[in-house]
């Protein structure tokens, strides 16, 4: 049974920092793609930032040079690195593991940024 657990949510200032973690365990966690997807109220769930097998790097225009995503697979785990944050920052915040056409996901973390 695949599980993505999703930590380190909740609620900052603007200009704060989070860390949110994702702890993977029923896949061999080393070979998928792993990212982090959030969805702000009434709006489309997208994209933040993605990390390979390898530790390619992607994200969102919106956030490069802010946000950071690293992984551990020693740990099973992937983190996000939140700075400089704003309230356009606001979402739920869902961690996501691919090795297409195979996707999970996780239950999600509120990120909150208030003003």
């Not at 900052?12 to 959030?38: K, P």
């Not at 606001?90 to 056409?101: D, E, K, Q």
């Amino acid at each position: 049974q695949v599980q993505l657990v999703e930590s380190g949510g909740g609620l900052v200032q603007s200009g704060g920092s989070l860390r949110l973690s994702c702890a993977a365990s029923g896949i061999i966690f080393s070979t998928w793609l792993m990212g982090w997807y959030r969805q702000a109220p009434g709006k489309q769930r997208e994209l933040v930032a993605t990390i390979s097998s390898g530790g390619t790097t992607n994200y969102a225009d919106s956030v490069k040079g802010r946000f950071a995503i690293s992984r551990d697979n020693a740990q099973n785990t992937v983190y996000l690195q939140m700075n400089s944050l704003k309230p356009d920052d606001t979402a739920v915040y869902y961690c996501n593991a691919r090795r297409t056409p195979i996707n999970y996901w996780g239950h999600g973390t509120q990120v909150t940024v208030s003003s």
